[in-house]
């Protein structure tokens, strides 16, 4: 087999085995990358009825999308998207599959950096892993996909908001720049209110396991707590303990909402750590993938910061877990 036919076969066999769904009961699956024609997803799960308006689909989406903020991406996406089944013509969902297009107007391969490692990304992982020595290889690793999660998440909160279910998300903190363009991590804070009691599982499938589960899997997220999460390490039981009142009225929220995985009814309040993005604005030393000295290019086309584009993430895959969870509920 020539070396060539070798390569292809290998990325052949790895894409077929990447996980590329999310979900128990409510279930994402997603394809293609930041360079190619478009992103598909489709949903599965979500029962008949849920009405889905355009407007508030188009609106999840325009807040992730690229823009003329400081910290955004040079790219120019206005990430539309066109559901091809599972809606009917009032925009109400069927019960069958929802399946999804959202095309790439602005993927500009970057040829000046295509053969050399760039530090902190997936490149050097991904080329130890599937052999792949080449950063093309790699845009399933770029942050572009996530736009199909706030699809998914914006159909479960259409899913969720009768029930008086609703989620939040803010910056708290923001790294400092060393250099002009370079690039910053943040802090993000979540919240959830309105969810009943009783969500979640004992052991190995805790509300809070699997929301921690669903925030590092977004692009950049390296630390996840929940309710006052490493606080708590420095703090008395006297202080920590959410106490009740008569009446099943509680003090206080020190648990962020989940006792023993599970929701208690109160809002649920976690925070995700992002590490600032690989890509920086200026040229850094690095290596080729033969090992060799090269130089990694700047460019524009990267956010400086994941904020605030990722708040939107943060509150999707938020929404597709308590939808999972709601879901099993009624199992």
């Not at 910056?171 to 209110?193: H, Q």
């Not at 006052?228 to 206080?252: I, K, P, T």
């Not at 090992?291 to 939107?312: I, Q």
Request: with cysteine.
């Amino acid at each position: 087999m020539s070396e060539n036919l070798k390569k292809m076969y290998l990325c052949t066999l790895h894409f077929e085995i990447m996980p590329d769904t999310f979900g128990t009961y409510y279930t994402l699956t997603d394809w293609g990358d930041t360079h190619g024609p478009f992103l598909e997803g489709v949903i599965e799960g979500c029962p008949a009825g849920v009405v889905v308006p355009p407007a508030f689909v188009a609106e999840e989406m325009a807040r992730r999308a690229p823009s003329r903020h400081l910290l955004s991406t040079r790219r120019v996406e206005d990430d539309a998207v066109e559901f091809l089944s599972g809606l009917d013509d009032h925009h109400c969902t069927t019960g069958e599959p929802i399946r999804f297009r959202i095309p790439n107007r602005d993927g500009q391969p970057n040829e000046a950096n295509r053969y050399v490692v760039r530090p902190s990304h997936s490149s050097y992982t991904y080329f130890k892993k599937y052999g792949y020595a080449d950063n093309e290889m790699c845009g399933r690793a770029s942050a572009r996909q996530t736009a199909c999660r706030v699809v998914a998440g914006a159909v479960a909160k259409c899913f969720l908001q009768p029930s008086g279910v609703a989620f939040s998300s803010e910056v708290v903190a923001t790294g400092t720049p060393c250099r002009e363009g370079d690039s910053v991590g943040a802090l993000v804070r979540g919240r959830i209110t309105g969810l009943p009691a009783g969500l979640g599982e004992p052991l190995y499938d805790k509300f809070s396991a699997r929301l921690a589960y669903a925030m590092l899997s977004i692009n950049a997220a390296k630390g996840f707590e929940i309710g006052e999460g490493f606080r708590a390490a420095q703090m008395a039981g006297s202080q920590y303990n959410d106490l009740l009142n008569s009446g099943f009225v509680f003090r206080s929220n020190h648990d962020g909402g989940v006792q023993a995985g599970i929701t208690n009814g109160q809002e649920v309040v976690f925070s995700v750590a992002f590490k600032p993005i690989p890509s920086v604005r200026f040229d850094q030393p690095t290596v080729d993938f033969d090992g060799n000295p090269a130089v990694l290019k700047g460019s524009d086309r990267n956010d400086l910061c994941v904020a605030p584009r990722v708040l939107p993430v943060v509150e999707a895959m938020a929404a597709m877990v308590v939808m999972d969870f709601w879901l099993a509920e009624r199992r």
